[in-house]
């Protein structure tokens, strides 16, 4: 009797010995060739502008160029795909690629445009990562003075044009640069008139030289003015 119950009780824990074998080998069955995913590393490392200016101002070739840097060190990258979160009618160019681009004009104004830009990475098993970025895109200053031509004897207005955020600048100061007696008017602000030389002058050209001060204190800028003299 006691022999019999012995052998039960060895028996039933071989079986149950067998069972979580069998069961540990099992799960290490269905896991064992699977492996974690790392999702792609996205992060945008640069944003610029230029503004191409050529005999006239056209705020809208005001070029953006936004980069990023995407890798996966377990796979590849399978799509890239940027996109604007925010308000502002733009489109991008190149949006499939690490580098996008896109126009932006700047406003008339002091006020804050903001672009809020996203990048969307997907790897080669569906793992996603994105990044964003907040760009104020009126936080530009660009001033350009267009070639003037007048009569001889005849009252001069030459105008600055500004594009972008006016408060960055602290004053203006006009001046002549040529070798012309002339008398300069509302010589501290962005517009600036004079009497063009008579007639009976030789003088073909004037030019004059503006002085622009900024808020921050950084360095003066020095843009040129020319106009030209008809008979």
Same mark, same amino acid.
């Given at each position: 009797?006691f022999l019999?119950k012995?052998?039960n ?6 079986l ?5 074998l069998l069961?540990?080998?099992s799960?290490s069955?269905?896991?064992g &060739?699977?492996t974690? &995913?790392?999702p792609?590393t996205v992060?945008i490392?640069? #944003?610029?502008?230029?503004t ?7 705020p809208?070739n ?5 980069e990023?840097?995407?890798? %996966?060190v %377990?796979?590849s990258?399978?799509?890239?795909n ?10 991008l160019?190149?949006y ?8 932006a004009p700047?406003?008339?104004s ?5 672009l809020?830009?996203e990048?969307?990475?997907?790897? &080669? ?7 964003t970025v907040e ?10 003075i ?6 001889k ?6 105008? @600055?044009?500004?594009?972008g955020?006016?408060?960055k ?5 006009? @001046? ?5 007696e ?14 063009a030389?008579?007639?009976s002058?030789?003088v073909?050209e ?9 808020m921050?204190?950084s360095?003066?800028q020095i843009?040129n003015?020319f #106009?030209?003299?008809?008979?």
């Amino acid at each position: 009797m006691f022999l019999n119950k012995l052998k039960n009780v060895v028996g039933l824990v071989t079986l149950i010995k067998m069972s979580f074998l069998l069961l540990v080998l099992s799960i290490s069955g269905c896991g064992g &060739n699977s492996t974690k &995913n790392a999702p792609p590393t996205v992060q945008i490392v640069d #944003v610029d502008s230029s503004t191409p200016i050529a005999g006239t101002v056209n705020p809208s070739n005001r070029m953006f160029i936004v980069e990023a840097d995407i890798s %996966d060190v %377990d796979g590849s990258i399978s799509s890239i795909n940027w996109s604007i979160l925010s308000d502002q009618d733009i489109e991008l160019i190149d949006y499939t690629t690490e580098t996008v681009q896109f126009n932006a004009p700047l406003i008339d104004s002091d006020e804050i445009d903001l672009l809020v830009l996203e990048i969307e990475a997907t790897d &080669n098993r569906g793992s996603k990562t994105t990044d964003t970025v907040e760009i104020d895109l009126n936080d530009d200053l660009i001033i350009f003075i267009p070639l003037t031509s007048a009569e001889k004897g005849e009252e001069v207005v030459i105008n @600055a044009l500004i594009f972008g955020r006016k408060s960055k600048i602290s004053g203006f100061n006009w @001046a002549v640069s040529s070798n012309v007696e002339i008398t300069l008017f509302d010589t501290n602000t962005d517009t600036v008139s004079f009497l063009a030389p008579n007639t009976s002058s030789a003088v073909s050209e004037v030019s004059l030289t503006l002085e622009v001060s900024f808020m921050d204190g950084s360095e003066n800028q020095i843009f040129n003015a020319f #106009v030209d003299l008809l008979d």
